[in-house]
T-cell receptor
Framework: GAVVSQHPSWVICKSGTSVKIECRSLDFQATTMFWYRQFPKQSLMLMATSNEGSKATYEQGVEKDKFLINHASLTLSTLTVTSAHPEDSSFYIC?????????????FGNGTRLTVT | AQKITQTQPGMFVQEKEAVTLDCTYD???????LFWYKQPSSGEMIFLIYQGSYDQQNATEGRYSLNFQKARKSANLVISASQLGDSAMYFC????????????FGSGTRLLVRP
């Protein structure tokens, strides 16, 4: 089945530094990738939608200068949390849609647990 | 605006019994998809079942079935013969097309299977 690889699975960083999270579709071309954020005991909140070769579409309330998204190829999207602060500590999870299949389920990476100290 | 609602924050079920997890949605889009995902404590999102808005029959996948009532805008998940490994968070989600495709999640239901 379709696999989405997300790396790293966890990261601890100091306040003020930047962290990059990668999301790769391993056996399909992902025309669209999604980035979600999940706080403990809460649901997944869509942060942004990235389409290959174009700018990401951010949801209301998500700072695009803080959460930089790049989708440079059909198999790779990256999320960079810039100048991280403790309140950015969360579980970030990406998902990808196989553009060749209508109504295919979104395939999720295993998530990245970010802790900012 | 699209909305998806799960009214049961937590549910218990006895092992080997069936359980229904509720999900209602609100969208003006005539074409949409409904998904259920399972999230165990490890955090990964596991796809369970999908129902398209134009599908005439209720979706089934093994022990999972979806009770789709389009007029009532509900898409309840039925898990039959519950197993201890079914204990997890369950999320209902709707795939809609805005400027691009979006998958919006409900608040989730935590299911605990009792031995």
């Amino acid at each position: 089945g379709a696999v989405v690889s997300q790396h790293p699975s966890w990261v601890i960083c100091k306040s003020g530094t930047s962290v990059k999270i990668e999301c790769r579709s391993l056996d399909f071309q992902a025309t669209t990738m999604f980035w979600y954020r999940q706080f403990p005991k809460q649901s997944l909140m869509l942060m942004a939608t990235s389409n290959e070769g174009s700018k990401a579409t951010y949801e209301q309330g998500v700072e695009k200068d803080k959460f930089l998204i790049n989708h440079a190829s059909l198999t790779l999207s990256t999320l960079t949390v810039t100048s991280a602060h403790p309140e950015d500590s969360s579980f970030y999870i990406c998902s990808a849609r196989d553009g060749a299949k209508n109504n295919s389920p979104l395939h999720f990476g295993n998530g990245t647990r970010l802790t900012v100290t | 605006a699209q909305k998806i609602t799960q009214t049961q924050p937590g549910m218990f079920v006895q092992e080997k019994e069936a359980v229904t997890l509720d999900c209602t949605y609100d969208t003006s889009d005539p074409s949409y998809g409904l998904f259920w995902y399972k999230q165990p404590s490890s955090g990964e999102m596991i796809f369970l079942i999908y129902q398209g808005s134009y599908d005439q029959q209720n979706a089934t996948e093994g022990r999972y079935s979806l009770n789709f009532q389009k007029a009532r805008k509900s898409a309840n998940l039925v898990i039959s013969a519950s197993q201890l490994g079914d204990s997890a968070m369950y999320f209902c989600a709707i795939l809609i097309r805005d400027s691009s495709y979006k998958l919006i999640f409900g608040s989730g239901t935590r299911l605990l299977v009792r031995p």
